[in-house]
């Protein structure tokens, strides 16, 4: 299998290949040149996740080294549930927030840590992540690297800007994370990892490599949990479940595309967004708009100029092909806490704010609809929005308590990208 950019001016890779570079070198994101199909049935789901996971990836690293290491990988990396949680006889949440850091990101993470520590293997030259982060995506990135042999991380903080609970995440790591808090904003933070990766000396003398979400490495699990769940619906409810995916950079949702591509029974596929709406006015306009973030109450999905818009794009090549194969709908913050309420009080479930855009689409134009919401993030992670709404105290997660309690650690510095590498 090999790998082609969605802007069609650079060689074709490896997996390997594709993973170490992240962005390909004219700009675009890498996608396989084909969909797979695997003969794969929910027989194979009884093997459990990691297995599942080796099976179905196993065409997207044919003929790559990484192929005899893959279900190492997996094991690895999927060492945490990946339940179905049943609201009625045809509605479920996949809950994605077993990990380590409650929420999706850390089947990406995770299995990118462990496919780059291969690969540094094999190639015999250490490398060093940047990342910059405005809450989230740092903790699940230094987590899945935490003692990866080979990598080195710094991870980028604006000081001041995240809240108590995501700062504890990001700085009670050791050995080869390294965080810094720095005195500027989150673009300051952006900025000097990009300042970094222009700088070629720079770059090649530390290895310098990124890991957001425009990874191949990030985008491949994202397909196994969309295949899985939607076999395990189909043998207990007899029909193909609509996914409902809470949407920001859209590259959860393309792993869908790509497992319905690839046979997975699964309906109609809906991104559900926050106020930031570029993707569903582009669908009604024709016209595709970037914009300029607004901030939500599911911050995590606060984008808008989505990156893998671009690998959709290619998927579904003409607008037609768009407006048939995605819908999407937008939900207000005033919704979103309704929802939360209305799912806590009508099924005795918390939901995080992100799922809450999902439901809230669900209650709206899929009511009776067999279907699956995509639960991104654990509600214990967003508690301060959750909690008033339920009127009762979400217990911590035992892993998320764990590094709560660990020792923090930073390094504080200029927004300077001399003061990274001194
Ligand atoms: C990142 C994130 C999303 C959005 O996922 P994309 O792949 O960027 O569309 C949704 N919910 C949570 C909790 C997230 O962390």
Known sequence: MHYISTRGASPKVTASQAILQGLAPDGGLYLPEFIPKVEITVEDTKEGYPKFAEKLLTPFFEGDPLLEHLLDICN?????????????????????????????????????????????????????????????????????FHKKKGISVKVLFPLGKVSDRQQQQLTCWDENITTYGVHGTFDDCQGMVKEAFRDTSLSEKWGLTSANSINLGRLLPQIVYHYYSSLLFQKKVGKKPVYIVPSGNVGNVTGAYIAKAMGAPIGDIVLAVNENKTIPDYLASGVYEPRKSVQTLANAMDVGDPSNMERLQILFPSHQERVAHIASYSVSDAQIVETIGRIYRDFQNPICPHTATGEWVRDQYYKGVPSIVVATAHPGKFESVVEPEIGVSIPVPKQLGDLLNLPTKMVEIAPRVDELFA
């Open 76 to 144: 690895e990396a999927f060492c945490f549930p990946v339940p179905l949680h049943w609201l009625n006889d045809e509605s479920a949440e996949l809950e994605l927030f077993h990990g380590p850091t409650i929420a999706f990101k850390d089947f990406g993470a995770r299995f990118l840590a462990g496919a780059l520590e291969k690969i540094i293997a094999r190639q015999g030259k250490d490398i060093t992540i940047l990342v910059a982060t405005s809450g989230d995506t740092g903790g699940a990135v230094a987590s899945a």
